[in-house]
């Protein structure tokens, strides 16, 4: 079936707000066209929301029926995964790619004292190939700045151990301008020149930590000495390389063929994620679901698709990359679980999709109970006897805690009436009582502070209420309602994270439904709705409060000035940003010198 405006309207929120490329297909199952986009939602709504399109684009659209994203970390990773999609399966509406034309790599020549250089062809010569990269704009920058801090030869001599101690070569005017050491004379050694080669790697692959921590230590020093200008241009040094995007984990010449997967079990079904890897390069993402007859685990799983989803899709790579150890009948494909590395950004990446396939899904199963308002009054009436209540739930509420490491503790309370949510009845708790992370606590108070009010106002009880976790914020929510005297007149139950199990005060033992019942798919509905108003919250109070203790450690600065600072520039990112004069018209010229300083020492 063709995609029309107002189908696409009901697919649209479940794609995601994250870069990616998106794959739309015909209704043959034909793929017509692959797309990258920094927000997948927002460029592919943008098709059917034009009215304004080429008559080419309107033929597109005309044809799309079904549409496939995989999200990937950036932009850039986004460019080179739709290169390698293109050249493989040469959609009709895309622009045919060259195989001549392709992203630059750096190379590290495999030579006695290694140049390093740009190129466009990956070869198998055993030099070592780091790329691809989007930008040879960018590449040259990251070249120049290889060249003024690391000192490596830019010479085509084949310096030999042979030539070298013949004195065949003299030193240059590189040496002489300190852009070399002079391996040519033996003024270097092959152990301090593979040691400015590593340093290469580092910055290459984006290990940044220790170079970065160097200049830092340097900056320091020129300020101590009172060389601003130096300290200067050491700092935007550091904001070069804390800026600078790591090699992707689309293409790595490295990794030659290989098989990603991941995977999440939920009840009877099991959510699969697959990328084939060919020669370095992501050529095909899939996710799957596939139903589990029996209580098959996680490895048995994964033992039984790798080589049905290998066979399927024609596979012929030697690896597997999985979360979990597991067993293969075929001895020539090894098992790889990666710890660090390149491999396991790989599967970072195909856990990351599969966590979206599968909170897609569950939304979409809960969409699909809740999608005919009819259904609201027999599905709150199943939720009445599975969970054998005395009324039928047509009020509930739930509530939720979130703190970041003890600081800034804050819950959340949502509302639902007559199975949708009462958005104008959520309310958000600072906690004002307890120090520290203490959850039952916590529960304590806020249950205690929202029955007290409701039977100050004389407002109406909720026939249930659902406290996120386990017993033990059950016990706590309870001494609250018993205090409250309200033990007979509401049902309280805890919503258990992980393993949806349900809890009753009384019952030792706890109650778990199916997993795709309609009424564990309320109740998650409903917790998760706690748990992003709550999270939202939460984000907004650490934000203003590590900004302004921010602010507020620099010496000199008192509260009235930090709160202005904020105000006027909105964030710490955009003051340090700014120039001295500009923050000087909000704190004046003193305390301006020391905000700058402050902030980019720190």
């Known amino acids: ?29 034909t793929l017509l066209y692959v797309g990258k986009a920094k927000n997948i939602r927002k460029r592919v709504s943008s098709y059917f929301n034009k009215n304004q399109q080429s008559f080419k684009t309107q033929e597109l659209v005309r044809r799309i029926a079904s ?8 932009e850039q990773d986004a460019f080179l995964l739709e290169n390698a999609l293109i050249k493989q399966f040469k959609p009709h509406f895309n622009i045919e790619l060259k195989d001549g034309k392709t992203y630059p790599f750096i190379v590290i020549k495999k030579e006695p004292f290694p140049r390093v250089l740009l190129t466009r062809r990956a070869i198998n010569d055993g030099s070592e190939y780091l790329g691809p990269f989007t930008s040879v704009m960018r590449i040259k920058e990251l070249l120049e700045f ?10 085509t001599l084949n310096l030999s151990e042979s030539n070298i101690r013949k004195g065949k070569y003299k030193v240059c005017l590189e040496y002489h301008l300190g852009n070399c050491k002079g391996p040519c004379e033996g003024l270097q050694t092959q152990e301090d020149y593979q040691r400015d080669i590593q340093h290469v790697r580092d910055v290459l692959k984006g290990n940044l930590k220790s170079i970065i921590l160097h200049f830092k230590e340097a900056m320091y020093a020129a300020v101590q000495d009172l060389k601003f200008e130096q300290a200067e241009l050491i700092r935007k040094k550091i904001e070069f390389l804390e800026n600078y995007q790591s090699r992707s984990t689309i293409v790595n010449p490295k990794m030659g063929n290989a ?30 679901v596939v139903d589990c007859k029996l209580d098959e685990s996680e490895q048995e799983i994964l033992e039984q698709l790798s080589t049905k989803i290998s066979n399927t899709f024609r596979s012929n790579a030697h690896e ?13 494909k090894k098992v790889t679980v990666p710890k660090a590395g390149d491999k396991k950004k790989l599967l970072e990446l195909s856990q990351h999709n599969v966590r979206y396939f599968f909170n897609e899904y569950r939304k979409k199963a809960i969409s699909h109970t809740h999608k005919n308002e009819n ?11 599975d969970l054998m209540l005395k009324n039928t739930p047509l009020h509930i509420e739930c509530f939720d805690n979130s703190n970041f490491q003890g600081s800034y503790p804050v819950s959340a309370m949502v509302c639902f009436r007559n199975g949708k949510p009462s958005k104008t009845e959520y309310r958000h708790y600072n906690i004002k009582t307890v120090q520290g992370i203490n959850d039952f606590a916590s529960m304590k108070e806020v249950v205690f502070r929202r029955y ?23 016990s706590a929510a309870m001494e609250s309602i018993q205090q409250l005297g309200l033990s007979n007149k509401m049902t309280v139950i805890g919503l258990a994270k992980n393993v949806e199990e349900l809890f009753y005060n009384e019952d030792q033992e706890s109650l778990k439904l199916p997993y795709q019942s309609k009424t564990l798919l309320l109740l998650r509905q409903i917790r998760d709705e706690v748990h992003r108003f709550g999270v939202e ?23 009235k000035t930090a709160t202005a600072l904020l105000k006027h520039f909105r964030s710490i990112a955009a003051i340090k940003k700014a120039s001295v004069d500009e923050i000087a018209q909000i704190t004046g010229k003193e305390k301006a010198v020391l905000v700058d300083r402050f902030l980019n020492q720190h």
């Open 1 to 29: 079936m063709i995609m029309t405006q107002e189908t696409f309207q009901e697919i649209a929120p479940t794609l995601p707000r994250e870069p990616g490329i998106y794959k739309y297909y015909d209704s043959n199952e």
């Open 67 to 74: 549409i496939e994203f995989t999200i990937v970390s950036t």
């Open 146 to 155: 290889i060249k003024q801090n690391i000192p490596l030869r830019n010479c």
């Open 259 to 288: 098989d990603v997967l991941s995977l999440i079990r939920n009840g009877d079904k099991a959510f699969i994620n697959y990328l084939m890897v060919e020669n370095g390069t992501i050529i095909q993402t899939e996710n799957l």
């Open 320 to 332: 597997l990359i999985v979360p979990v150890a597991i067993e293969l009948l075929d001895d020539q």
């Open 375 to 385: 259904n609201l009054r027999p599905l709150l009436e199943q939720v009445r006897q």
């Open 452 to 474: 007290q009010r409701l039977l100050e106002e004389q407002g109406d009880l909720p026939d249930l209420v659902i406290i996120d976790g386990g017993k033990g914020q059950l």
């Open 537 to 559: 919250f939460h984000r907004k109070k650490r934000s203003e409060g590590t900004f302004k203790n921010a602010l507020e450690e620099i010496p000199g600065i008192g509260a």
